[in-house]
């Protein structure tokens, strides 16, 4: 999936850009309104995030002269203004969701997967299945040889992203940012608790095991060969 990140504020599209690249999708950036038309005419995306004021041309004249030249590409718009004028008139102009700031990188990259769906027209992958654990993606519930496995919301986040990331070996750092929305700090222990507690219910009481260390680096999910 490609996107269209443009923010005039240098340290947070770098941060945006990096974030959604870790995510697996492909990014391209830009800093001024300008440069957010000449791409979005020229290239194709599955989503463009435009913030509404920049440089050149406002997100807002950004999106009328996208929908303008027919292409019906899903806008997610970033504003600090959080006035409920400024929301209706990025609605009517055809945006298809609006992010106030400041927010959390977990709920932007929500928006995002939510936005991409919509937009398809193919069927949304609901289920993740590894080995005898499976897991509902909509209902967000575990399932592992037929035992229900009661998850808290981070523990299910955390679950997600080590099964759709499979035999991928995800450092502290990317799990920080995606599960916790947060810069990793080697002084805390937040991430090896997590997946001692995560493990604790999805593999201690099966011989075969899917989460796996790999010291030095990371965390991975797989199903034993």
Do not use: C
């Not at 269209?4 to 001024?32: C, H, I, N, S, W």
């Not at 920080?176 to 937040?190: C, L």
């Not at 075969?208 to 034993?224: E, F, N």
């Amino acid at each position: 999936m490609k996107l269209l990140v443009a923010e005039d504020e240098p340290k947070t599209g770098a941060y945006l850009q990096q974030g959604l690249t870790e995510a697996g999708f492909t990014v391209d950036r830009v800093m001024t309104g300008t440069d957010a038309l000449q791409y979005a005419l020229s290239e194709v995306y599955d989503l463009l995030i435009l913030d509404v004021m920049m440089p050149g041309l406002e997100g807002w004249e950004v999106l009328r002269m996208v929908r303008a030249a027919g292409k019906d590409v899903p806008v997610l718009f970033l504003t600090a203004r959080d006035g409920v004028e400024d929301r209706v008139k990025g609605l009517e102009l055809g945006a298809d969701d609006y992010l106030i700031k400041p927010f959390a990188f977990s709920e932007l990259l929500a928006r995002v997967r939510t936005l991409l769906r919509r937009g398809s027209g193919s069927p949304t992958q609901t289920t993740v299945k590894i080995s005898d654990l499976e897991v509902d993606l909509l209902k967000r519930r575990a399932v592992r040889a037929g035992k229900r496995i009661d998850l808290t919301a981070k523990e299910f986040s955390l679950l997600e992203l080590l099964m759709r990331r499979r035999g991928e070996v995800l450092p502290k750092s990317l799990i920080a940012s995606q599960v916790w929305d947060m810069n990793f700090d080697s002084d805390t222990n937040v991430i090896e608790v997590a997946v001692r507690r995560l493990r604790a219910k999805v593999d201690d009481d099966f011989d075969h095991k899917l989460i796996h260390t790999v010291r030095g680096m990371g965390y991975m999910m797989d199903a034993p060969e």
